[in-house]
């Protein structure tokens, strides 16, 4: 049952970090009036889909990240010729479908020749329909149907081109944004759930209680506080807990705990560890800490984001500099270490999820192609150019980039395994 949990949060931590990533770049996208096509959590084929306003939500095999697909970003429509055979179906004086085959299964539609069809700008089409000539406005949210599919039309303006440099570029710096929000929101609760370090303690807290020793047998927890042991204080003093303890071997002890606002006595009988001296309990101590204030929570989230991207560069760093490929850890690496942290607690959890999702953010954000970064250095370019640069062009660099990224991805996943197998 354990192992089921872990699994469950492991796979739900990742489902947030890159929901959130995506959905950053979705949510602008729309308030920039940008078609967004799918909205896909995940590679490769599709689990689960359904749609829901223009945008199909989709979520795929392979949990290696995700994309909402935009309007004009990638070829997307089946072009339509002068001279090719159509059917389309007229509401209130609009064409509000094209259907490009099965057309003599199409009820209720008109048939012709198509003479001109404009599906970007003008949103028209004359059709030659037996002999006479027929023009009709095209609804700017027209589906056409081919093969079973329908696919929403992109006039210019609803396509991410057509968009002011400002707007583009907050369409794509939005998905890392969300992460950093999310680190920082993580970071806070974390803070909550941990507390802060208590300064000057005068009492020693329980921190991990080990499985079939005494203290778990007795029913002791993490958090709680060790008054006194056989009537004596121990305050801070652990090492004369642990030789107190270890003289004990055998021997009743009686031990006062303190849990909250409840003080109760609990008799524990140290025995001994294959290969240890001296009686033991079963515990190990924990650094005593209080609850965080409003305050001091966006404070220390704050410095958990400053010291964790300073940590982030420190990495990449190293990495330019002693290069090792048994340094990078891929998506299989990145659960093995997640689900151990998951064992550990979900306050523990919570801190790996808020430096992975800032992580995500910076990753992002570094002019790698294929990555956010990257279209930034381009939309930056055309902003002090005044002209986008050929748009052939950039997608060759994003789509070089984008392979090179998988091939490194097939290879880290390899050595990722190889070391799950060897131990």
């Given at each position: ?7 469950f949060l ?5 489902f947030?970090i ?7 770049h ?5 308030r ?9 959590i ?6 689960f889909?359904y749609k829901?306003?223009e ?6 095999l ?8 935009m309007?004009?970003?990638d ?10 055979t159509?059917?389309?179906?007229v509401k209130?004086g609009e064409v509000k ?8 299964n ?16 003008s ?10 000539i027929?023009q ?13 599919q329908?696919?929403q ?10 968009k ?13 944004l ?14 909550q759930?941990?507390g ?9 807290v329980?921190g ?14 993490k ?14 003093d ?5 030789d ?7 021997k ?9 606002d409840?003080?109760f006595n ?5 025995r ?5 001296e001296?009686?033991?309990?079963g515990i190990?101590p ?8 409003i ?6 989230a ?8 300073k940590?982030?560069?420190q ?8 290069f ?5 850890s891929?998506?299989v690496?990145?659960?093995e270490i997640t ?10 959890l919570?801190?790996?999820?808020a ?10 954000l570094?002019p790698?192609?294929a990555?956010d970064?990257s ?5 930056g ?18 789509f ?7 091939l490194?991805m097939i ?9 799950l197998?060897?131990?």
């Open positions: 049952m354990e192992m089921v949990q872990v699994v492991t796979v739900l931590m990742f947030v890159v929901t959130v990533h995506e959905w950053g979705f949510y602008f996208a729309k920039a009036g940008i078609l967004v096509r799918e909205f896909a995940g590679f490769g084929p599709k689990l889909s829901r306003g945008t199909q939500f989709t979520l795929r392979l949990p290696f990240g995700g994309y909402a697909r309007a004009g970003e070829p997307e429509l089946v072009e339509i010729h002068p001279g090719q159509v059917a389309v179906r209130d479908k094209i259907y490009l085959d099965q057309l003599d199409r009820k209720n539609v008109i048939r012709g020749e198509v003479e001109f069809i404009d599906l970007t700008d949103l028209k089409i004359r059709l030659n329909v037996d002999g006479e027929q009709y406005p095209i609804h700017p949210q027209t589906m056409l149907v081919a093969k079973s329908e696919t039309i992109a006039p210019r303006d609803r396509q991410f081109a057509s002011t440099v400002g707007q583009r570029a907050m369409s794509i710096f939005a998905g890392p969300m992460n950093f929000i999310l680190a920082f929101i993580l970071f806070g609760v974390h803070l759930m941990a802060i370090p208590v300064e000057n303690p005068t009492y020693i329980i991990d209680v080990s499985k079939g020793m005494p203290a778990d047998e007795a029913h002791l927890k958090g709680d506080i060790v008054e006194t042991i056989d009537g004596v204080s121990i305050g801070t652990y090492e004369k807990m642990i107190m303890t270890a003289k004990s071997e055998g009743p002890m009686k031990w006062t705990i303190r849990r909250g409840e003080v609990v008799t524990l009988t140290p001994a560890m294959e290969g240890q001296g009686g033991k309990i190990t924990a650094l005593p800490t209080r609850k965080a204030g305050g001091e929570t966006f404070t220390g704050g410095s958990a984001m400053v010291n964790g991207t940590i982030i560069f990495g990449f760093g190293k990495l330019i500099k002693q090792n490929m048994n340094d990078i891929g998506p690496g990145t659960f689900g151990q942290i998951a064992k550990q607690g979900i306050a523990q919570t801190q790996w999820a430096i992975l999702s800032l992580y995500l953010g910076i990753f992002n570094l790698i192609p990555m970064g279209r930034l250095v381009f939309l370019v055309e902003a002090v150019r005044g002209k986008p640069i050929d748009p052939s062009r950039e997608g060759m660099v994003h070089v980039g984008f392979a090179m990224l998988f490194l290879v880290v996943t390899y050595n990722d395994i190889l070391r197998i060897n131990g």
